[in-house]
């Protein structure tokens, strides 16, 4: 299986499942993978989730995003331990997360000005 398709599939996932995450989880467990979970489902807003998906997919590939999922060899190995882990994984950059020490700052898609300019002066201090 191609790692973008996979990646395009959770992607889609995600958007679909974004209030049930455990049960997402539970079925990419189940299934072993996010593109057997979209063959074995039949959910309202599919075709919607893959469209986003695509979008999704064209920023990431506009602005140079590393996209990490559990089963990546480079997904933080700490976070495997921890039973609300992201699915995915977003950074910018020349990063990998098992070497070293980090701080990743993690926030809303639907931040308030004030909440951006904190985090923001938050990470320019460090």
């Given at each position: 299986?191609e790692?973008?398709?996979?990646?395009?599939?959770?992607?889609?996932?995600?958007?679909?499942?974004?209030?049930?995450?455990?049960?997402?989880?539970?079925?990419?467990?189940?299934?072993?993978?996010?593109?057997?979970?979209?063959?074995?489902?039949?959910?309202?807003?599919?075709?919607?989730?893959?469209?986003?998906?695509?979008?999704?997919?064209?920023?990431?590939?506009?602005?140079?995003?590393?996209?990490?999922?559990?089963?990546?060899?480079?997904?933080?190995?700490?976070?495997?331990?921890?039973?609300?882990?992201?699915?995915?994984?977003?950074?910018?950059?020349?990063?990998?997360?098992?070497?070293?020490?980090?701080?990743s700052?993690?926030?809303?898609?639907?931040?308030?000005?004030?909440?951006?300019?904190?985090?923001?002066?938050?990470?320019?201090?460090?």
């Amino acid at each position: 299986m191609e790692k973008t398709q996979e990646r395009d599939f959770l992607l889609a996932l995600s958007w679909l499942y974004r209030n049930r995450i455990r049960h997402l989880k539970q079925l990419l467990t189940y299934y072993g993978s996010a593109v057997e979970v979209w063959k074995h489902i039949n959910e309202t807003g599919m075709s919607e989730a893959l469209q986003r998906a695509e979008k999704e997919n064209a920023f990431i590939e506009k602005h140079n995003i590393n996209v990490w999922n559990s089963q990546d060899n480079d997904y933080p190995k700490h976070l495997l331990n921890c039973t609300d882990a992201p699915l995915l994984l977003f950074s910018k950059g020349n990063v990998n997360p098992n070497k070293g020490k980090l701080v990743s700052v993690v926030g809303t898609r639907s931040c308030s000005d004030r909440g951006r300019e904190t985090a923001r002066q938050l990470v320019l201090d460090l």
